[in-house]
C-alpha cells in the first residue's frame, strides 16, 4: 500500500479526489462506477484485475462479512459490494485514506454496505469469530510484526473462514531498489520469504487453500496502474509522489528475482 507523502485536511483530501476524477472527464455529481474509479482507487500491483482474480479464486459469497485490512480507498471493498453485494468493513491506518474512502462510497453508492473504520491491522477493533472472510492486498509488507497480523486475522475469522490475500515476498536476492511503492528506504521495507510466510500463516492457525507465485504471470502484462496516467487520465499520480520511479523499480525487483509476487487463500479451520 503506497502511503501518502502527506496529510491533507479533510476538505483538502476531497478536493484533491475530486479534482483528479473531473481531470478524467468524469462526473461527481453522477453516479460513479468501481470500474471507472479503478485507476485511482486500487493501490496494488495488477490493480482492479490483480482485484478481479482474487475474488475469483475467494468465491466469496452474498451472505459473507468481509473484512479488508489496509484498504487505502476502498477499491477493493467497493469492487467486492457491487459485484457479489456482500457487506466489508475497512480498516485503515491513514486518515487521509479513510476520508477519501467515505467519498469514493457515496459517488459510488455504496456506503449502506462499506463501513471504513480507521485503526491498525495490529489490533483489529472487531470480536472474535466476527467475518466469513478477510481480504488483504500489498499491506503485509508495510507490517514487521508478522505474526501479530496473522493472529489478528485467525482470531477475527469465524470457523472455516477464509484469508485472501495477494502480497511481495522477499526473493533470492536482497531488494536494492529504492524507492519502491511500499518502501522508501531499506528500513521501511519488512517482506519475508514465501516459505516464512507460509510457515507463520501455520502457526497462527491458517490452511492453505490455495497458494501461487504470480510473478511471472504479472510481468508477461502490461497493467493498468503500472505506470503514471497521462494528463487528463484518473491514476494513482493523484496521491502518490515519484509513481513513475517506484513502479520501474518494483518492475525490475520482480525481473531480477529480488522480490515475488504471491496469491493465496488460507482457512481457519
Request: aromatic content about 8%; hydrophobic content about 40%; proline content about 7%.
Given at each position: 500500500m503506497s502511503g501518502l507523502q502527506t496529510?491533507?485536511?479533510?476538505?483538502?483530501?476531497?478536493a484533491r479526489i475530486l479534482a483528479g476524477i473531473r481531470a478524467a472527464g468524469l462526473n461527481?455529481?453522477?453516479?460513479?462506477?468501481?470500474e471507472?474509479?479503478?485507476?485511482?482507487?486500487?493501490?496494488h500491483t495488477g490493480g482492479l484485475r490483480a482485484s478481479r482474480e482474487l475474488l475469483e479464486v475467494t468465491q466469496i459469497r452474498a451472505d459473507d462479512r468481509v473484512l479488508d485490512i489496509g484498504a487505502g480507498l476502498a477499491g477493493s471493498a467497493r469492487l467486492l459490494a457491487s459485484s457479489v453485494g456482500c457487506r466489508v468493513d475497512c480498516i485503515e491506518m491513514s486518515p487521509d485514506y479513510c476520508v477519501g474512502a467515505v467519498l469514493l462510497n457515496r459517488l459510488t453508492g455504496l456506503e449502506d454496505r462499506i463501513k471504513v473504520h480507521e485503526g491498525s491491522a495490529l489490533e483489529l477493533p472487531f470480536a472474535d469469530d466476527s467475518f466469513d472472510v478477510v481480504w488483504m492486498q500489498n499491506v503485509g509488507m508495510n507490517?514487521?510484526?508478522?505474526?501479530?497480523?496473522?493472529?489478528?486475522?485467525?482470531?477475527?475469522?469465524?470457523?472455516?473462514g477464509r484469508y485472501a490475500f495477494q502480497?511481495?515476498?522477499?526473493?533470492?536476492?536482497?531488494?536494492?531498489?529504492?524507492?519502491?511503492p511500499w518502501a522508501s528506504e531499506p528500513a521501511d521495507n519488512f517482506l519475508v520469504s514465501a516459505e516464512e510466510m507460509q510457515s507463520l500463516l501455520g502457526e497462527c492457525g491458517l490452511i492453505a487453500e490455495l497458494f501461487e507465485d504470480t510473478s511471472d504471470a504479472h510481468l508477461s502484462r502490461t497493467t493498468?496502474?503500472?505506470?503514471?496516467?497521462?494528463?487528463?487520465?484518473?491514476?494513482?499520480a493523484v496521491f502518490v509522489d515519484n509513481l513513475a520511479q517506484k513502479a520501474a523499480n518494483a518492475r525490475r525487483s520482480l525481473e531480477e528475482g529480488q522480490v515475488r509476487l504471491v496469491r493465496g487463500v488460507f482457512r481457519v479451520d
Open positions: 496529510h491533507y485536511s479533510a476538505r483538502g483530501i476531497e461527481p455529481e453522477q453516479r460513479l462506477s468501481p471507472e474509479l479503478g485507476a485511482l482507487d486500487h493501490f507490517i514487521a510484526d508478522k505474526r501479530t497480523l496473522y493472529e489478528e486475522i485467525s482470531r477475527v475469522l469465524k470457523p472455516g502480497e511481495m515476498t522477499a526473493g533470492n536476492v536482497a531488494t536494492s531498489y529504492f524507492p519502491l493498468a496502474n503500472a505506470t503514471p496516467a497521462a494528463a487528463g487520465q484518473l491514476g494513482l
